[in-house]
Each structure stands twice: as C-alpha cells, then as structure tokens.
C-alpha cells in the first residue's frame, strides 16, 4: 500500500508545478525552440546546481541566460572570459582606503562579479585554466575565501557558464575539477527552418520581449529543499549508482565501449546530479518518488562532462554521447539485474 503524502508537500507540489510553466512561459517569450535545454538549464537551478552550456556563437546561449536572470528576482552578473582576466577580476580584491576625516588606513574587501545569485561566465573556455579555477570554491561551497577570510554567497547561487567548442581558435579546456561541479553539460544545437522563421520574425522587426518576474529567491530555496524531500527507491537509486559505475573502465559494471574507449570515468557528483534530476522530474511529472525513467532522461547532460575518452576514442571520432549511449543500452534496471 502506498503511504500516504503530506498535504503541505501536495499543496507545495502543485505550487512548485504552476510556478514552474510559469517560469517557461516568460522564458519562450523570448527563447526560441532549444525545449530539452531551457528544461535542463531550470532544473539545475531549482536543485541547486550549476549549468554548462556548449554551443558556437551566435545560438542563443548567452540570451538564455539573460532572460532567465529577468524572470527570476535574484541579484544578476556577467563576466565576459577573455585570456587577459585574472582570478582577481572575478572574486574582487582587498584594496586599502583611508579615511577623509581621520587619515586612518585600513584594508577593505571590494567584491567582485561573483558576488551575486546568476552569474553567466560568458564563454568561459577563453580565460585561462588559472582563472577558470577562481569559480571552484564558489561552485563547491558557495563561498569566497580572500586573505584568509571567508565569505558566504548569498542563496540561491547558480552559476551558468557557456563556452565555444574547444575545437576552436582562442579557447582552453576546462579542468576536470570544475567541469565535475557542474550538474549538468547542455549541448545547444542548430534551430530548424521553423524556429528560424519565428527568430527572424522577433529579431528583425519591432518585437520586444516583456519578461516578468516569476519566482523570488526565497521561493527557489524552498524548492531546492522540497526537491530533497522527494523518495527514490533503494532499486532506483543503485540503478543510478551502477550507470555511473560502468562509466569506469576495467570496473566490475563496465561496458565494451567504456573499456575501449574511456579513460577516466564519473566520480560521486555524477550520482548526485542523476539523484536530483530525477527527482525534479518526477515533481514535475506530479509524483512523489523517483522511476527509472527519470533517471534515464537527465543521464546524458548528468555524465557527458564527466567521462573522459582515450586517445583511441578520440582517433576514431567517437562522442561521450556515443559511449553513454551504449551504456545506458546495456545496464539493465535492477529488476532486470541477477542478484
């Protein structure tokens, strides 16, 4: 029998619900097509994640961003990554100031750009990797530590990064430790001829998108936590462990692809972002506990990120994608698996 669900987490449920359209339909006012991505970029807000966008220039990445950060009452900052940014540029610096009236010197924290709840780190393989680490801390912890001092972030934090493929003139690789504390890696592909047509139509002519302000911060708070109170069953939740275990090569649930073509497979956060999305996703969908459905779903934009190929992978031009795929296709759910 099934237990019954607490009426306060049904009214919150069906708030979580309308508040969520809600916040789509200010978004595709002004965003295009790009469905499975706005989802993706929402639900790593709303479980309190951060998002990595990829894409050539020109698609919309940085506009999402934009429109986001009008539809939510969250304080908003951009950097722009350039090669000649410095760590400093991005979490602020301690500078001395001196009093008018007394003379008195003293040193003084002047935050940086960091020092808000959105922040787009606007094509942020083009910094180098020294400053693309400023971001780690913040992302873990949601902190700033300076000169031995620590500063907390305001909450929610969320930070949104796009980048340029790295086949690119002028970029860097992201390190492996930052590209593991984003939740999820949308890859942000062409429009259609109809969508074209529709961004011709808004972009050419008088159109002006009215955004609205859809949800405060307080209430993206209480929605990071309801998200945490939604179940996921113990089989569920090993079939999440054992995708991200046959990630790892020569590991006891690897695929042939995963030995042939990975190097380096997901760590621990992989079974985290795969947890918390499909949780989101189940709220959405009006239930209460996590399916394997769900967990399928968000498992490609969850490990992309995280599984490094090898050079025979590479020389033979296979995608993560490629290799996730056949994974998926061969980790059988537990109710499938031999005990």
Same mark, same amino acid.
């Given at each position: 029998?099934?237990?019954?669900?607490?009426?306060?987490?049904?009214?919150?449920?069906?708030?979580?619900?309308?508040?969520?359209?809600?916040?789509?339909?200010?978004?595709?006012?002004?965003?295009?097509?790009?469905?499975?991505?706005?989802?993706?970029?929402?639900?790593?807000?709303?479980?309190?994640?951060?998002?990595?966008?990829?894409?050539?220039? %020109?698609? %919309?990445?940085?506009?999402?961003?934009?429109?986001?950060? &009008?539809?939510?009452?969250?304080?908003?900052?951009?950097?722009?990554?350039?090669?000649?940014?410095?760590?400093?540029?991005?979490?602020?610096?301690?500078?001395?100031?001196?009093?008018?009236?007394?003379?008195?010197?003293?040193?003084?924290?002047?935050?940086?750009?960091?020092?808000?709840?959105?922040?787009?780190?606007?094509?942020?393989?083009?910094?180098?990797?020294?400053?693309?680490?400023?971001?780690?801390?913040?992302?873990?912890?949601?902190?700033?530590?300076?000169?031995?001092?620590?500063?907390?972030? &305001?909450?929610?934090?969320?930070?949104?990064?796009?980048?340029?493929?790295?086949?690119?003139?002028?970029?860097?690789?992201?390190?492996?430790?930052?590209?593991?504390?984003?939740?999820?890696?949308?890859?942000?592909?062409?429009?259609?001829?109809?969508?074209?047509?529709?961004?011709?139509?808004?972009?050419?002519?008088?159109?002006?998108?009215?955004?609205?302000?859809?949800?405060?911060?307080?209430?993206?708070?209480?929605?990071?936590?309801?998200?945490?109170?939604?179940?996921?069953?113990?089989?569920?939740?090993?079939?999440?462990?054992?995708?991200?275990?046959?990630?790892?090569?020569?590991?006891?649930?690897?695929?042939?692809?995963?030995?042939?073509? +990975?190097?380096? %497979?997901?760590?621990?956060?992989?079974?985290?972002?795969?947890?918390?999305?499909?949780?989101?996703?189940?709220?959405?969908?009006?239930?209460?506990?996590?399916?394997?459905?769900?967990?399928?779903?968000?498992?490609?934009?969850?490990?992309?990120?995280?599984?490094?190929?090898?050079?025979?992978?590479?020389?033979?031009?296979?995608?993560?994608?490629? +290799?996730?795929?056949?994974?998926?296709?061969?980790?059988?759910?537990?109710?499938?698996?031999?005990?």
């Amino acid at each position: 029998m099934a237990s019954k669900v607490d009426p306060a987490v049904e009214k919150a449920t069906e708030e979580f619900r309308h508040k969520f359209q809600s916040l789509r339909d200010e978004i595709g006012k002004a965003i295009v097509g790009h469905d499975e991505i706005v989802e993706g970029v929402l639900t790593a807000l709303l479980v309190g994640g951060h998002v990595l966008l990829e894409g050539v220039p %020109g698609l %919309g990445k940085t506009y999402l961003v934009r429109t986001l950060a &009008e539809a939510v009452d969250l304080k908003f900052s951009r950097i722009q990554f350039t090669p000649d940014l410095m760590p400093a540029d991005i979490i602020g610096t301690t500078i001395i100031s001196e009093d008018p009236a007394s003379g008195k010197r003293s040193f003084e924290f002047q935050h940086g750009p960091l020092f808000a709840q959105i922040v787009l780190a606007d094509e942020i393989n083009r910094a180098t990797p020294k400053t693309q680490s400023a971001l780690l801390e913040a992302m873990q912890e949601h902190t700033v530590t300076i000169g031995g001092t620590r500063h907390q972030l &305001e909450e929610p934090f969320f930070v949104m990064a796009t980048q340029n493929p790295i086949e690119q003139e002028g970029t860097y690789p992201l390190p492996e430790a930052q590209l593991d504390r984003f939740l999820f890696k949308l890859v942000v592909n062409y429009s259609n001829r109809e969508e074209l047509k529709t961004i011709m139509d808004r972009t050419t002519t008088n159109y002006r998108a009215e955004i609205k302000k859809t949800m405060t911060g307080q209430e993206i708070v209480g929605t990071q936590n309801l998200v945490r109170r939604i179940v996921i069953a113990p089989h569920v939740q090993d079939y999440a462990i054992r995708l991200s275990m046959a990630s790892h090569p020569e590991g006891p649930y690897a695929v042939e692809a995963t030995n042939k073509y +990975v190097r380096w %497979g997901a760590s621990p956060r992989a079974v985290q972002a795969l947890t918390l999305g499909a949780k989101l996703r189940a709220l959405l969908d009006g239930r209460f506990n996590a399916s394997f459905s769900d967990v399928q779903k968000i498992y490609l934009p969850a490990m992309r990120h995280r599984v490094l190929l090898n050079f025979e992978g590479e020389a033979e031009g296979i995608s993560t994608d490629d +290799v996730l795929g056949q994974i998926l296709e061969a980790t059988p759910t537990m109710a499938e698996a031999a005990v």
